[in-house]
């Protein structure tokens, strides 16, 4: 199967930067979107940034003009910068991705959430 890890999180002090990735494994594989989301304690989860394919974005209000989004498709890596970190930006960030893969002798499809990694912003 497809696995999408996501790596960078960790703990900063507001107005700080964090670069997260998320690589997909499984493979040949294809993606068609990646999306950024973010869920903090006693919250619902909520979306960050998605990027298609083709590079068309995304932005939740909250973090639009912070938050970039950008993927490698030879890699097949997301990643987002985020630059400007504030305290209600602490949450657990996962990735998620959909598209196909090559298993079995025939193209499958997939979609895909990573585990998530902590991202920690104190004020």
């Known amino acids: 199967q497809v696995q999408l890890v996501e790596s960078g999180g960790g703990f900063v002090q507001a107005g700080g930067s964090l670069r997260l990735s998320c690589a997909a494994s499984?493979?040949?594989?294809?993606?068609?979107?990646m999306g950024w989301y973010r869920q903090a304690p006693g919250k619902q989860r909520e979306l960050v940034a998605t990027?298609?394919?083709?590079?068309?974005?995304i932005y939740a209000d909250s973090v639009k003009g912070r938050f970039t989004i950008s993927r490698n498709n030879a890699k097949n890596t997301v990643y987002v910068q985020m630059n400007r970190l504030k305290p209600e930006d602490t949450a657990v960030y996962s990735c998620?991705?959909?598209?196909?893969?090559?298993?079995?002798?025939?193209?499958?499809?997939?979609?895909?959430w990573g585990q998530g990694t902590q991202v920690t912003v104190s004020s």
């Open positions: 998620n991705g959909d598209g196909r893969w090559f298993s079995g002798s025939r193209w499958r499809d997939f979609a895909s």
């Open positions: 499984g493979s040949i594989v294809t993606i068609n979107t």
């Open positions: 990027i298609t394919s083709g590079g068309n974005t």
